[in-house]
């Protein structure tokens, strides 16, 4: 049989020989970190056996397929691991995700880091023992009855989801056998490079109705040197990531009895919101935004005329009872537009009341899979200035451009553009009936899109097939700090809802013509926004945004009043201010301050007293020196009003991590 190599030499064998084998014959080297053989394009193990001619192609840990393999792997060593310490452990699944595995147990007591480490030193064992990894099949009924005998309901259900003709294989390691589908490294001993990162519990298969699982997290890589850097910024994300430092911080919690996706913002957190909202709903009216507020709930003959009934009732929480005829059936609201076209229906309009630009904070609700719920970010109530702009088709560029000036102008702001990607979302013309309008409408719009942002001199990517059915829009791209990307903000252009809502307006000829419109966001939902800033500045905010700017520090009781005078003048500025008043010694009142994430503190003693002054002590400079009361309020106003960002001293951010 002739064996095709990747580089396109040919080797010849007389009887059939494993993939291995043929790696060993290539070269020992090869065969030692082989991982993977690709038959043929497809991944088997190595013990595969050719006996006709094929293409082979040998994959190690420095090929994505072949470390994929060595991960999967490890997910397998890892259980073995677990079983032994914790007997009466069910396993359920454990597949290789990206830079590593995960596996879900279903057992009482959740992994602590203690338990981790445990099972590490158990999977090195495994490891060093070497157990070779070996396939078998068996036909369904007998692999349903192996693994009731083996009471491991998981895998019971698992093969009896499987297809009928599905192919039902197992993966014996000297004992440890677990269902699956492959492929897996030669030995146990090729599992190299790996920590547990994490535990968590997991509804079996993501579903709350299930029972909650315990799923434990790895990572392993080609070298120590990629392990030790992932390891550095996993922890650098840890330190960052919203949904443990806003927790921290207080700024916000859940509550298992008010449910999964409703978080509570605490006094901290509603107070960053509550400026940038103010921000936000400031500028929307400088920018001559009119300003509505409409209901949280309308009929279900609403969402019958916007679509929402037939196309998105699963994701709306539905008030009221659909079976009897007679009851008004409600339905919380998932987006704000429909409210928004009837305040512009209810007068008359005409060419010259365009554009119309409405702007509303609102609250809305999507009731989506609780499994996916997360911290801030996956919620199921969330509050958004949206705007809706009704403009006449001539104003689309310039109605465009305003909205797009609008969310850089709040980025910037916001010190978040730099870290964002535009995408333009166009349709999929080979898929036009989920579309509203005729190829030539969209071509038209599309072009129009592309030549605003070109004008704007906006880099961006296009992607086909992520518009919405009423027209194109500019998604706003971030990434939390683990690299997973959301749309934050989008603006979105629609030729065709007006139609639907029978919206127009009488223009110059007299005529009643069709409006565009424009939905809009600024800055994201401000829940997610709130995380975005936790996780960019590790919470150490723009001053604006603290929810505690100042903290004035008596050096002792003795200066208690001065303090307090310092404090009134803060207030009155109207500067976020508060008192440490606390008989703990001024060392530990600053080290306190600076865990909290104060901008600033101010020391009150004997010297300032005297003088009128305060000792200013700022997360940006450290130690500032005396300054006069006023001229540092006049400074922090400034600051305020001007929403300037300003640099940490590294000093401090290094305190926070001791934390
Ligand atoms: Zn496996
Ligand atoms: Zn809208």
Not at 79 to 90: G, I, M, S
Not at 101 to 114: A, I, L, N
Not at 606 to 617: C, F, W
Request: proline residues 4%.
């Amino acid at each position: 049989m002739k064996i095709t190599l990747k580089d396109g030499s040919v080797k010849e064998y007389d009887h059939a020989m494993s993939a291995y084998d043929i790696a060993k014959d290539i070269s020992e080297g090869l065969a030692r970190a082989a991982c993977l053989a690709e038959i043929n394009g497809e991944g088997k193990d190595l013990r595969t056996v050719i006996d006709q001619d094929a293409t082979l192609n040998i994959l190690t840990t420095k090929d994505p397929a072949g470390i994929k393999t060595m991960r999967h792997t490890a997910s397998h060593v890892m259980a073995e691991a677990v079983r032994r310490l914790r007997p009466e452990v069910k396993v359920a699944i454990g597949p290789a995700i990206e830079n590593g595995w995960y596996y879900d147990f279903d057992t009482d007591k959740p992994f602590t880091r203690e338990d981790l480490d445990a099972i590490e030193a158990e999977m090195k064992k495994v490891i060093k023992e070497g157990h070779e990894l070996k396939r078998y099949t068996l036909p369904r009924e007998e692999a349903i009855a192996k693994m009731e005998g083996m009471q491991e309901p998981y895998k019971v259900e698992l093969i009896r989801d499987l297809p009928q003709d599905a192919v039902i294989s197992f993966y014996d390691q000297d004992g440890f056998v677990d269902l699956c589908a492959g492929p897996h490294i030669m030995s146990t001993k090729g599992v190299k490079n790996f920590k547990l990162t994490s535990s968590s519990g997991a509804y079996w298969r993501g579903n709350e109705k299930n029972k909650m699982l315990q799923r434990i997290y790895g990572c392993a890589f080609d070298t120590k040197e990629e392990l030790a850097e992932y390891l550095k910024k996993l922890e650098e994300a840890h330190m960052r990531d919203h949904n443990r430092l806003g927790r921290e911080m207080h700024l916000f919690t859940t509550v298992d009895v008010i449910g999964q996706g409703l978080p509570l913002l605490m006094p901290k957190g509603a107070r960053i919101v509550q400026a940038l909202q103010r921000w936000v709903e400031d500028e929307e009216e400088k920018r001559g935004y009119l300003l509505t507020k409409t209901p949280l709930m309308a009929k279900k003959d609403l969402y019958i005329i916007s679509d929402h009934w037939q196309h998105y009732k699963d994701g709306m929480f539905v008030l009221g009872n659909e079976e009897d005829p007679n009851a008004e059936v409600f339905a919380l609201r998932p987006m704000t537009c429909p409210f928004q076209y009837y305040v512009f229906k209810a007068e008359p309009k005409s060419y010259r009341d365009m554009p119309c630009r409405y702007g509303e904070t609102s609250t809305l609700f999507r009731n989506e899979d609780s499994g996916e719920m997360h911290g801030l970010t996956r919620v199921r109530q969330f509050t958004i200035s949206e705007g809706h702009l009704i403009i006449r088709p001539d104003q689309v560029e310039d109605e465009f451009k305003g909205c797009v000036d609008l969310m850089r102008y709040c980025l910037t702001t916001l010190g978040l553009e730099e870290d964002v990607t535009y995408r333009l979302s166009l349709w999929d013309p080979d898929n036009a009936d989920h579309y509203l309008g005729t190829p030539e409408t969209w071509d038209i719009v599309e072009n129009l899109m592309r030549k605003i942002l070109n004008d704007i001199g906006i880099q961006y990517t296009e992607a086909k097939g992520e518009a919405a059915f009423y027209g194109p829009k500019l998604d706003i791209q971030a990434k939390n700090v683990y690299g997973k990307e959301d749309t934050m903000v989008t603006i979105q252009l629609d030729m065709f809802l007006a139609e639907r809502f029978d919206m127009f307006y009488t223009d110059k000829d007299g005529l009643k013509k069709r409006p565009y419109i424009i939905h809009r966001t600024s800055c994201g939902c401000y829940e997610r926004t709130l995380a975005w800033l936790i996780e960019k500045y590790a919470g150490n905010f723009p001053t604006w945004l603290c929810p505690e700017q100042v903290r004035v520090l008596p050096i002792s009781e003795k200066y208690q009043d001065y303090a307090e005078t310092v404090l009134k003048k803060l207030k009155d500025a109207g500067i976020k201010a508060s008192l440490d008043d606390t008989a703990e010694k001024i060392g530990y009142k600053i080290r306190q301050a600076r865990m909290d994430r104060l901008p600033y503190m101010v020391i009150a003693g004997e010297k300032e007293q005297e003088s009128g002054t305060v000792s200013v002590r700022s997360r940006f400079l450290g130690d500032e020196g005396a300054k006069d009361i006023d001229a540092f309020i006049a400074d922090v106003l400034k600051e305020i009003r001007d929403k300037t960002i300003r640099p940490n001293a590294p000093a401090d951010e290094k305190d926070q991590k001791k934390a």
